[in-house]
């Protein structure tokens, strides 16, 4: 087995001590709105809505405000168990990519015959976001940087170059280290028009300020328990201060369990973790360069990501995931030293001129994983109540597609986007406990086996993909 750069070119132990010793465990992105949050009530009573939408992230915002857009005279509500944008909207890294797909291998591999429909897809969906952000002065510190895709290993090199996306730039080693300059880089590749970052929070508080300001009703601190009614009746959405009876449901809820018992199988929670510095001065800056502010990551099956704040932070995320047995979701799953030390390693041997630089904040987010890694579609009460959940972690942009694809259901429209295979098939749930744990827990030890052996996938790994559950991190 080979050892990788972040084990070959580890900085010393106290530049990562010295970084993390004041580190505070915490959001960066939202403590940073914090002054400037709005509160909603607490649902308060038995209510009667036209349409009700579970979950106050980004999928159920987007589908609070469309489905209000459409019908401006219909009662839309929007119950949030917590408050908006507190789970995973509001604590990603802050990129929101073209791929509705969680990259374009994973479309390839899956839906071979709409790769590039997906793909076309993908980047109107990416522009529509980017004319609505604009249209209504939304202020999410919005940059379209493009992706930049490093190779840190060299293995990786052969696979710049193979992207069917006549978008994608290939670039040398040279080339890629006059972008950002790290050590590490040895290739890359560039999609001008993949990529824009912009802060998860503000994205979250804007998308419900406005969609207030049109009309929709939100109640925060509103967790649903369960979901009834017959066919022919209103849809029951039971919470212990009161119901909501509505014509027409939509659940976006994420890695959280379902209200639909028959996809309480189908996602699993797996911990993510994330470090943000202090602002770079203009010299750490210049020794980096970044001047494009693209975003950042690497090729390794277990990847990292990175990206520039509008003051000039780095976020640096990634690499670990991790599930826990039973898959249960708890606040103290966030702190994770062990995790956030190693990212601070692999930040400071990517980085080696910049030791010195802190790290204010730490924190994890809980992604929802699917057995094809990208969002998939459910429904029940004959379609009247919609369900999307799945994102598997490359969701700020894909979260807008699939309140257009839940809107077009609800509305009984046939179109484009819900004739495509991955809209119309649910992928394989997860097996119980014990058997989910084996095998999640054995694939990471496989992906970070081949990320040590040349890119190499062993037994495991290749059954998976040849069952359509390959994947890395």
Partial sequence: MHQTVFETHRPAARIVDEALAETRLGVFWIDDVADRAVTYPRLDGDIVADDAIVGGGYAGLWTAIKLKQEHPDRRVVLLEAVRVGWAASGRNGGFCEASITHGEPN??????????????????????????????????????????????????????????????????????????????????????????????????????????????????GTPVDRLGGRDDEPIELETKRGTVSASRVALCTNVFPSLLKRYRFHTVPVYDYVL?????????????????????????????????????????????????????????????????????????????QLAGVKFTHRWAGVIDTSTRFCAFFGQAHGGRVQYVAGFTGLGVGATHFAADVIVDRLEGRVTERTELEMVQNVPLPFPPEPAASIGINLTRWSLDRADHNGGKRNVLLKTLDALGLGFDS
């Fill in 276 to 352: 943000m510095t202090e602002p770079l001065t203009d010299a750490q800056l210049a020794a980096i360069g970044w001047e494009g502010r693209e975003g950042l990551a690497d090729m390794a099956n277990q990847f990292h990501y990175s990206r520039l704040t509008a003051d000039n932070r780095i976020l640096w995320g990634g690499y670990d995931a991790v599930y826990h047995a039973g898959g249960r979701i708890k606040r103290e799953y966030e702190d994770r030293i062990e995790s956030h030390r190693r990212l601070a390693s692999h930040f400071f041997t990517t980085f080696p």
């Fill in 107 to 220: 479309a390839e591999s899956r839906w071979p015959d709409e790769t590039g429909t997906l793909r076309r897809i993908g980047y109107e969906n990416l522009d529509a976001m980017e004319r609505f952000i604009a249209e209504n002065n939304l202020d999410v510190d919005w940059e379209r940087t493009g992706q930049l895709s490093v190779a840190n290993n060299p293995y990786q090199v052969d696979w710049v170059g193979e992207s069917p996306d006549p978008h994608v730039v290939a670039l040398n080693e040279q080339e890629v280290r006059a972008r950002i300059n790290s050590p590490t880089f040895l290739a890359g590749e560039f999609s001008p028009n993949e990529n824009a970052n912009l802060h998860p929070a503000k994205l979250a508080h804007e998308l419900a300020r406005f969609a207030t300001s049109i009309g929709v009703e939100i109640y925060e």
